[in-house]
Antibody
Framework: EVQLVESGGGLVQPGGSLRLSCVASGFTFNTNWMHWVRQAPGKGLVWVSRINSDGSHTIYADSVKGRFTISRDNAKNTLFLQMDSLRVDDSAIYYC????????WGQGTLVTVSS | DVVMTQSPRSLPVVLGQPASISCRSSQSLVYTDGNTYLTWFQQRPGQSPRRLIYEVSKRDSGVPDRFSGSGSGTDFTLTISRVEAEDVGVYYCMQPTHWPLYTFGQGTKLEIK
């Protein structure tokens, strides 16, 4: 069974940084694309970023390009999202999701950007 | 960018009755390999999203057969043949065809009337 466990969320001031982690189990992590998707309170799902299986190719939504960096450690079955220059509108639950078509999802980690 | 438009945004349904959600894309979702990639997710209150349907009509493991997906090109439908109480939540369509950018619909909230 696919298991994804996110961590690293919290309260941060505008302009600050956070690093999210997602530990995967129950599937072959190093052969799967991985994604980050976010959901602002009471709002819909928004795709944020994707990384290919070996980490050599990454892509970002325009809203986070240049501020967020997705990466992975296949030896540790872990996905990361480094978030810099955070803004109030980055506040959301951040989910990691597995596979090209987002078959598995974690429980999410809450990021709140506020002064 | 591909825009995904769902309707209705709110869907009150009587228990045991059918329900349908429409999803329209601004561009065809037929990929260069000839396949069409359209995915449906369910998000129950307070839970993470769960994938229900992929490649328009393929049900994920454990998804009840009362859920079905159909459509082609730019018009797609998620149908629940007989709504049960556990189906309450928000349903999202998503296109992975025009990767590397993925796009979700705005969501449809299903509630029991």
């Amino acid at each position: 069974e696919v298991q994804l466990v996110e961590s690293g969320g919290g309260l941060v001031q505008p302009g600050g940084s956070l690093r999210l982690s997602c530990v995967a189990s129950g599937f072959t992590f190093n052969t799967n694309w991985m994604h980050w998707v976010r959901q602002a309170p009471g709002k819909g799902l928004v795709w944020v970023s994707r990384i290919n299986s070996d980490g050599s190719h990454t892509i970002y939504a325009d809203s986070v390009k240049g501020r967020f960096t997705i990466s992975r450690d296949n030896a540790k079955n872990t996905l990361f999202l480094q978030m810099d220059s955070l803004r109030v509108d980055d506040s959301a639950i951040y989910y990691c999701a597995s596979g090209g078509h987002l078959v598995g999802w974690g429980q999410g980690t809450l990021v709140t950007v506020s002064s | 960018d591909v825009v995904m438009t769902q309707s209705p945004r709110s869907l009150p349904v009587v228990l045991g009755q059918p329900a349908s959600i429409s999803c329209r894309s601004s561009q065809s979702l037929v990929y260069t390999d000839g396949n069409t990639y359209l995915t449906w997710f369910q998000q129950r209150p307070g839970q993470s999203p769960r994938r229900l349907i992929y490649e328009v009509s393929k049900r994920d493991s454990g998804v009840p057969d009362r859920f079905s997906g159909s459509g082609s090109g730019t018009d797609f439908t998620l149908t629940i043949s007989r709504v049960e109480a556990e189906d309450v939540g928000v349903y999202y369509c998503m296109q992975p065809t025009h990767w590397p950018l993925y796009t979700f619909g705005q969501g449809t909230k299903l509630e029991i009337k």
